[in-house]
């Protein structure tokens, strides 16, 4: 079985929402879609009496893999991690 290196494409990015209240911040209702194309945010940060939490998305092109893989793995290198206190990952098809 071959074994293949694929990394994300250019169709990464995040979405956030921000608000001085955290619950409003957290639900999602100031959502906006991230404007960096360098770099893909993910998790909570508390600037200047603002909330901001982020959901950062991966994406990858599989379509020159052949036959049906009997495993896959997922690595992630974060550039910087201020605190990490709990973090979910979610891989989906």
């Not at 929402?17 to 993910?42: H, I, P």
């Not at 600037?47 to 049906?68: C, K, Q, R």
Request: charged share 10%; proline share 3%.
């Amino acid at each position: 079985m071959p074994t293949y290196v694929i990394y994300s494409d250019t169709a990464d990015n995040d979405v956030y929402s921000s608000n001085a209240d955290y619950l409003t911040a957290r639900s999602g209702s100031a959502l906006t879609v991230g404007a960096s194309a360098t770099a893909v945010f993910a998790g909570q940060l508390y600037l200047a009496s603002i909330y901001y939490v982020y959901e950062g998305f991966v994406s990858f092109d599989t379509s020159g893999v052949s036959g049906t893989p009997d495993a896959v793995s997922l690595s992630l290198y974060p550039k910087d991690v201020l605190i990490v206190t709990g973090f979910t990952v979610n891989v989906r098809a």
